[in-house]
Nanobody
Framework: QVQLVESGGGLVQAGGSLRLSCAAS????????KGWFRQAPGKEREFVAA????????YYADSVKGRFTISRDNAKNTVYLQMNSLKPEDTAVYYC????????????????WGKGTLVTVSS
């Protein structure tokens, strides 16, 4: 059974940092691009960041560019999202995503989802 399990979410004050991790089990995703999406209360799920299978190319939403960094460790079948300078508007459930066809830049591109981890940024 394929599972993507996120961890690292929690409550942090504005300006603080968190590091999210997403570990895969049941299948090796080292040859596939991965990404992070988020969904705030009452809003649609939106793209946050993505990374190519090699880690050589990264992509970010304008709202997080310069503050968030996506990375991966293929040996550990894990993708990370380092989040710095957090803002209250970053509050959301963050979802790990894997695209087997292309870089997951939209929900349509995602073939596997994690169950999400909640990030709450207080002002």
């Amino acid at each position: 059974q394929v599972q993507l399990v996120e961890s690292g979410g929690g409550l942090v004050q504005a300006g603080g940092s968190l590091r999210l991790s997403c570990a895969a089990s049941g299948r090796t995703f080292s040859r596939y691009p991965k990404g992070w999406f988020r969904q705030a209360p009452g809003k649609e799920r939106e793209f946050v960041a993505a990374i190519s299978w090699s880690g050589g190319n990264t992509y970010y939403a304008d709202s997080v560019k310069g503050r968030f960094t996506i990375s991966r460790d293929n040996a550990k079948n894990t993708v990370y999202l380092q989040m710095n300078s957090l803002k209250p508007e970053d509050t959301a459930v963050y979802y790990c995503a894997v695209g087997t066809r292309q870089v997951p830049g939209t929900a349509y591109d995602v073939d596997y989802w994690g169950k999400g981890t909640l990030v709450t940024v207080s002002s």
